[in-house]
């Protein structure tokens, strides 16, 4: 069974019921998630044996956090407790044309105050065959971007393959900032995930001689961006979600991976959305796994994009689907009927 | 005032609450269903005098059973008490690309392991109209085969109209099993309710000389199915559902009556769906509702289509509408504006 | 900043949560509002200092009520307590082909009941740029009419600009008794709001000269009721709102503003609803607000149907909404993106 | 089976859940209730045939009041529909040393408008065995103490037993017109309820030659009052409530019958309170049941008293216990261990 | 009517629903609380005029806050907004012996940053009859401390009344800081409040020459540690509340008023706790409420207990009753009877 | 860190919320539990290597369950999957008089069924302390007890400690039937569990030559009783659990461990009950942990009984507490003061 190792923040999140607004809240709905520790669960779902890396409070909410990956079999075992506090953010449930609303409260976190000496690379991927984290993990800040580069030396070294979402946040960190930490890891990278706008937010990268339409770039728009990032950083595959917002009710969602040669792009759903949050993370997760699996590339598309369509149609942060329930889709069964 | 009498099933649902799934679950919704009672339920909703009969066992679950039916003014006076347990089902609602997930926890039933003795049709039918079942019943398995003929043979002797929705479950019995006990059953049918599924599941009836786009029939495949059942079995009437899955959340929905002479398509409902498990128990109530009401065919399919399109705005697996909401939509009216 | 006063009821609003119908319902969620009050929530969230005056009982319900309004800064100093009891309604939400269902049991209601020596128009206007009500006020019989004449002649003298929303509602009045107490407060009227059968059920106002197709006037045809309004009773400015309800799940939403020489048309909405209830009100809060900030007339409807379109995503009574989330929207940022 | 027929208002019932208080209230629960219906319902769950009459609006709440009976068996074909609203009672629910609060909003209900030609007594007595009404029909205003009075004269022409809960309600009516209409009820009740204040309130009926310790009266003041009751009225039986209140979270519970030679105590329980309203009421069920199943004094007045005992451990206004959990209780089975 | 302003922190407070742990959550109930809040918003209820100030971020969890002081009358319109975040704190409800358990986020907050120039103290006291803060407010560090400085010095100028509840926290400072801190404080302070751990934490203040039997003062002891305060700080009075924990279920609650001459003590309420939090608060707000009327002594003690009392009787921080309430406990009506 | 492996079935629990009585249900809570399967989440909840063994069923049910253990910590790499069912059971929480009920719904389930071949118990038990049982496993009948004998037997050979809690269960199996089996695994037990009822019903032993009053045994006669079961069955130690059922709301609660020479008692707890079932387990669990850990028998019971009594004041089968926060209660903190 392969090995993974995902590192990141995970969250308390806290919402309204339904679309619900803040002001009329009385409750929220508590869950938790975090861009790599979703795609750990992702994996776990899958059936492979995957690890979340982080550092949690010794307190309760520290623990609740802990325990939600471990319900789905995450293994936690490698995750660090101290430090402050664990980090929050509030959001909002959009509909129709009101759009969802996220209040960050991630400041001072036990992860976001964590030193180097807090994790023990050679022990933690010891035995591991893919490591993921994403842009938001350095943007921390603190020694975060050190720690990172910490983890992708250490695969390096051992051939541990190394992906990254490139998950630009720019509550966290500036372009400018982005671009220059991003720079010193993305040469560790083999897999490259990024949607359509944080190549361009985090190194510039724009699609070359095509056509944009309506904001949204063609196909070769997309090659072209991905290329670029081949070309800039030594990426061996890149990943790209397209998403269609018609409206916070109603999105359209596709993707495309690209190996340097060839782009593979997979259908597009019209997802009628339950919950959009961590759409991307899914996709990673969707993406690893067939790549652990030995897809080829339209088959690992097509799954990471099923994986990601089935992820917004489910309440919370992480994606609750088994691999048969993907293939399903991606095998073209979209209809929705009863399965009895 | 009309008497009907159904016979089957009514099982426990329990269902996450909005699209959850069940391993997100911290409770389940719980409500009563099962073809046949839904369709005494929808009878009494219309101010008819419908009574259900089935085995619940003698205790507070059968007794929860029993009062959802007699809350909506069903007859329960008939239902026999004892055996081991009420059957359950737990229901996941999908939503967009997710379907909906069944798991049924009904084998060992009260009703499943109910004796011929348990029941005195001469006296359960005395005065009574209409009775109806579907293929649900003696697929049970056990006496229920028997018992379903006992009551409709009973019901030839008196001249008490049957109905039968065929409702073939492959859970419950193979296509083999299926088509033998249904045969024996068929020849009391007088209106035999179907989908597009069931009549070549059970039978092998499939539409001659027409064509098949896209797993769908024609009109014409329609009225082949319906035409072949009347020849073999010698019913007078013949109901089809015909349900177009866009996704989980929304359907098209439509419905044809075959009189051996003339087919009479229902305009077709684009659904956003509530739910919906009973869609096709609402429909048999709807029309069961026209024939004893005198409508002529093409009335009986709008109020039966019209009926059926309603529930699917409802929660749980009965139809709660009443007749005049039900004509108000068959007559035209489906522009959802406030009653005020 | 602007001091607007509205006068009229603010009821209990009890719903079953969701889609669930009355006769499933164990619990009611519970809100307030009402056409006058919604307006001047509304107001109070952009900014302004808006007051609602209306009479409530001197129990817990009229307590409620008032600390609804309270909670988001409507200055409810001037609202008189006393008399018998809060109106209610309970609303039954639609779905799909399912339209949504009110029962009113608002009579006998402690505003209904009040009499003209309640309010002290000349204290209760003192200072302010608009006053507001709605063709609902009136009708609640009783003292009403003239307590509505008393105060729109205090206005005149002001010189405070008057705003009515016709609002025509066949439970609480008859189409004559609506036409003739109307015709005597609107002469007294600034600006006309209407939607698109209030002018023909109170005044017989109907399009003239243009086709109508469909149930629904063409462009010309609402020009034209505008004109006639504004011809008979001397309205600087006419509003009203386009609603083309697809379902009770989906509306389209628009509106019109025209100033006696020119019409103004927003863009139209294709609303997912959340709730409809109060998106009429919700229009106006939107039209007076711009009306009071200065805006030119197409900036102004485009502000009142971004309002009132937002509002339908949001559950109960009022449009919790902020000016700048509305500017958004009418700026052209529809496509729903989450906004971290 | 004894046949028993029970007149009166049933309500609808709205609290908010669990101690809230009214002005932190967003959501109300929902039952049905009202003394008569309650009594009928505790009935109906022993296994009696019990009628309920009132008049209820034919409208949606109206069918959820009549509902509420008809899912516990209570016979609702009696009940007429018609008239403007459904009473209503809000309730908040106390605890420790803050008592619960009712606020009603019944005036102008259906049953309250009802006319004396609405019901057809001999028609809905007809062979019926017992017929209870308590103080609260005839306080209700209007003809019903006409209508009281019409019904219990064909009681004792056809020699059905009558019972009353005295149950006087300051909110209704003046000490005075109660005692002035309810002694011309009296002289057709057989077995007369109250509890420590009602005989005081309506009739002016103090304990005689007996101390009076902190407010709570001896067992020969009980005795002396339910002697007067029987002297003027004429009466069988008394049944009298002890209620002690320590707090609104728990009070002791106890009564008395008394045949005009003997009195009969119940042992005392220190309830727990989940819910106390509906005690008086259940605790006449249990009377009137003891009583029609031929019960000994001594057990009568145990049963009553432990059927209401449990009433109050079950949240709602009526009684959802079976005849054997009270003979449980009643035989002195009060430990509260779970029966599996 | 008197004028109160009061000063501090709100925080957020989220906890599971009933005696849910943290480690079962799907949830949170959310309201907003803090010491000095919580004093104006029983103050407010009373029906003065009560003003809280603080500094709260400009976001929607900000507004929420101020939204739930504005809903019960507080006046807002001093608070300062600006700052990083809003201070959460995550409360486990215990039960029986299981203890309640609180986790603090508080750390960062916009009013714990705020800066002497965020609060004008001439302006803000203007027109003020009391002012009031705990020893929470200093205790958040930064420039709060001089911020009470600030306060204290202005109403010492003004003839301001000042109260401060002790109220020492562990987590925000040692008893050394709180000792210094607090005694540069006190000399302002006309009205201290305290409970039995608190003058002892923050002054080294114990009871002399008395007996402590199993951790409880005596009379005496109480009265001693109120003179050794007055002796100190030349406060005029001082309240002391008197909890004994039963358990997390029950508590008994007493306290008392010292005015330098003799010593007040209120009866003791064995209370069934629903909610705790905030105990502490209510007696304080009860208290001014009861000096700024001008109570007596014993009236002023009785009516600050006895609206703490039903404070522990209501979900959340705050103590919705009225003053009538309040009244009716403190006048021995403690039976919890239904008030219909 | 000790390694524990307990064997036996883990049911899905459906309850009403609150005090809900079945008939009044519209949603019920979900959990998971069952005796051993709450030991193994007690002592994984205290820091050790605690292993859950049973079957469940390949569904989404069987997930959940599995689920809810791995969530806290438990190991169920070892339970095996496949089967029919996930065995259910109904739970109506009592109040004050009125009883707790349970419906089981367990024949059939997956372990139930399971075989001797599905369990491989030198593997399980390799490297393994401790193994738990309770008498309710073999109870389930079919190849249980000769599972059960083979899992003991292995122990036995690997000198891996034994325990098991009688558990009669008489739903399950007749006394004469448990008699028989339980006296063929007895003899590998070491600590033997059992209440009051246990040792009477399942193997006769009562308490010798001591006085019964009540029905509660002396503290001689549970002396008796653990002499008599060391004596039949050569058992090390003895652990009873001493329930004293006030009502269902309140019950006092303590243990006796016996060691064969000295029988040590622990306190008594009155405990306000939140949930009690798994009382009894949780007082395993502490037991266990506490020997495990090398504790005095004195400090042994006192942790069971303190852990017992914490878990019955949390809602769900499983003792959701850590070692730190039993010991403070078992160190005699019981006042349930807020931990800040």
């Known amino acids: 069974m392969a090995k993974i190792v ?7 999140r806290l919402n309204p019921a339904g679309y619900g607004r803040f002001v009329q809240a009385h409750s929220f709905e508590v869950c938790y998630g975090g861009g ?42 490698k995750i660090v407790r101290g430090g402050p506090r664990l980090g929050i953010y509030f959001l909002e449930n959009g509909a129709s044309q009101r759009p969802s609303k996220v ?11 964590a030193k180097r000496s807090d994790f023990d690379w050679n022990a933690i991927l010891d035995g591991v065959d893919w490591f993921h984290f994403t842009g938001i993990t350095p943007a921390l800040g603190g ?8 983890a992708v030396k250490v695969c390096r070294e051992r051939g541990i393959k190394v ?6 946040r720019k509550k966290l960190w500036t372009r400018e900032e982005a671009g220059r930490v991003m720079a010193t890891l993305m040469p560790y990278v083999n897999v490259c995930i990024a949607n359509e706008e944080d190549a361009a937010d985090v190194f510039g990268i724009r699609a070359a001689n095509t056509d944009i339409e309506g ?10 961006v991905a290329q670029q990032l081949i070309d800039r950083f030594g990426c061996e595959k890149v990943g790209i979600t397209l998403r269609g917002s018609i409206s916070a009710s109603d999105n359209d969602w596709a993707g ?21 949050v961590g759409g991307g993370d899914s996709f990673g997760g969707g993406l690893i796994y067939s790549l652990l699996s030995g ?46």
């Open 6 to 12: 995902t590192f990141g923040e995970i969250m308390m």
């Open 295 to 340: 897809y080829d590339c339209q088959h690992a598309i097509n799954f990471a994009v099923a994986a990601s369509c089935l992820k917004q149609t489910i309440a919370g942060d992480v994606n609750l689907v088994s691999a048969p329930e993907v293939e399903s889709l991606a095998g073209g069964n979209a209809s929705g009927r009863v399965q009895r």
């Open 163 to 168: 992906s990254c979402d490139l998950n630009y």
């Open 103 to 113: 209040v960050y409260d991630r400041a001072g976190s036990s992860i976001a105050l």
């Open 256 to 276: 495309m991976l690209y190996d340097g040669e060839n782009a593979y792009f997979s259908p597009t759903y019209r997802i009628h959305i339950t919950d959009r």
């Open 36 to 77: 790599e520790a979703n795609v750990a669960l992702s994996l776990s779902n899958y059936g492979m044996d995957a690890a979340f890396v982080t550092k949690l409070p010794e307190n309760d909410l520290g623990q609740c956090a802990l325990n939600s990956l471990r319900q789905f079999g995450v293994d936690t075992t």
């Open 215 to 224: 904001g949204k770039l063609s196909h070769e728009g997309y090659i072209s």
């Open 143 to 150: 020694e975060l971007p050190e720690i990172c580069l910490d």
